[in-house]
């Protein structure tokens, strides 16, 4: 069982705090989104839980372990990382850029398997993409390298999946179809998997919890229909937006313009 666990952490960068005391579970067989305004301190709590951001106060752990006692490439073949933005510097095909969430399970001279080769088949299966496992990075559209670098974290074979706005790029119909995705692997899969998202809509629809962060803080930690409670949202992200229940999931609309 995997239990990846923030407790009363506090972080930022230079002199600014950005989280004053976040608590957060995550454990296996479950997708989380983390929701809240621009500035709340969301891709810095994913990268707290990654254990690429130094805490100016408490922990976090994996399964019972402080992340900070692991070298980098134990705990990446346990936790693999998805940010907003990934670049490379060379024109990789898609196969090749997937091939890349191997790198921590590879031996010393780098020298890949026939079981390697077969888990990045499987991820480019998985994501959609084996029809353009040969194209170049710089060839495909904006959607198709996001399916590229979700195939890329899902190849490396780790129990938890933290990921920083997974959509970005994506059509409305590839969004949902993605996110759709991940819950489906957590389930089946028993992945650990944290989403970023904007979108509250998404997180409503498919994540089995949602948190709210406001100002570095965690606010709410619930399913989404707790989670989304009318006067916490406009709270949180400003008066202009209603929330209704739609087959016992929250949705939430912006107010008509007066």
């Known amino acids: 069982m995997t239990a990846l666990v923030a407790r009363a952490v506090r972080a930022g960068y230079g002199a600014r705090v950005v989280l004053g005391g976040c608590d957060l579970a995550l454990r296996d067989g479950e997708i989380v989104a983390i929701v809240g305004p621009n500035g ?27 992340v900070r006692t692991f070298d980098r490439r134990a705990l990446a073949r346990r936790v693999a990382v998805v ?32 079981d390697d080769v077969a888990v990045v088949e499987r991820a480019l299966t998985v994501f959609g993409i084996a029809d353009l496992a040969e194209r170049r990075i710089d060839e495909i559209s904006g959607g198709e ?8 974290a899902l190849a490396q074979g780790g129990d938890v999946l933290l990921l920083d706005e997974p959509t970005a790029h994506l059509d409305p119909a590839h969004q949902l179809t993605t996110l759709a995705l991940l819950r489906d692997l957590a389930l089946t899969r028993g992945l650990a998997i944290v989403a970023a998202l904007h979108d509250l809509n998404l997180a409503a629809t498919v994540a089995t919890r949602v948190v709210v962060l406001e100002r570095g803080m965690v606010v709410a930690d619930a399913p989404p229909r707790d989670a989304f409670e009318p006067e916490l949202v406009a709270r949180v992200f ?8 739609r087959d016992g999931r929250p949705l939430v609309f912006p107010r008509p313009l007066s």
């Open 40 to 66: 709340a301190g969301k891709s810095t709590l994913l990268r707290v839980l990654a254990g690429l951001v130094a805490l100016r106060a408490g922990s976090v752990s994996l399964d019972g372990r402080d």
């Open 238 to 245: 400003g008066s202009g937006l209603r929330v209704e229940l």
């Open 83 to 114: 940010p907003q933005v990934f670049e490379t510097l060379f024109p990789f095909t898609v196969r090749e850029i997937v091939m890349l969430g191997r790198t921590a399970r590879l031996p010393l001279l780098g020298r890949r398997s026939p």
């Open 145 to 152: 390298r996001q399916r590229a670098v979700l195939a890329m």
